[in-house]
């Protein structure tokens, strides 16, 4: 095992709503896209960590444990392309405050414990395809799917026989009480 690990927090998609997404960008994009993120890998980014210590790693999920964050819904309504990225996504054109707080808070306990952040502002999404890097043509909208947030997660991303793979190493609930 080695000294440093990948690792992000991060919002799952239900298995449900995975086969959802993926028929629906089978149905609404060609094959020659992009990299076509697997059903197993759909998520929300929350704050990504990049190579860390297990030392880091242990602080950061003790203090993950210690968020009092409530559950919240979004619509996946929203839709793009960054080409500079290479990154085809569905978000939400409406972040709920819970979700905006959490990740605020995800982001700032990282960056206080030495991961870089981004200083672009929190765009939350699901990456659909990677390595789009030529014009790509949108569908005019998503078929609006509810994402019910009950829980947050830290995952690490390994590199594996050509493939990358999350694997969820703790998990947090959120909150019945409802954001004010």
């Known amino acids: 095992m080695s000294a440093e690990r990948r690792l992000f927090f991060a919002l799952a998609l239900p298995a449900k709503l995975q086969k959802q997404v993926i028929k629906w960008r089978a149905d ?4 020659d896209t992009g990299r076509p993120v697997a059903a197993a890998n759909l998520h929300i980014t929350l704050a990504f960590l990049g190579e860390i ?11 993950a444990g210690r968020i009092q964050a409530h559950k919240f819904s979004l619509c996946l309504d929203d839709i793009g392309h960054w080409p500079g990225s290479g ?10 405050n819970a979700l905006l707080q959490l990740a605020s808070v995800l982001r700032s306990h ?4 030495g991961c870089h952040q981004s200083t672009l502002p929190f765009h939350p999404h699901v990456s659909l ?3 789009a890097t030529r014009p790509v043509a949108i569908p ?7 994402l019910d947030a ?11 026989r ?10 947090w609930p959120l909150a019945d009480i409802p954001a004010i």
């Open 150 to 160: 009950e829980g947050f997660s830290l995952y690490e991303s390994t590199y594996e």
């Open 162 to 171: 050509g493939r990358t793979r999350y694997r969820c190493l703790q998990s």
């Open 87 to 96: 990154v085809v996504w569905i978000g939400t054109k409406r972040a709920p």
């Open 28 to 31: 609404n994009f060609p094959q």
């Open 129 to 131: 395809y990677r390595s």
């Open 53 to 63: 210590s297990e030392l880091k790693a242990d602080a950061l999920t003790r203090i």
């Open 110 to 113: 990282a960056a206080r414990n």
């Open 140 to 146: 005019p909208a998503t078929p609006n799917w509810q």
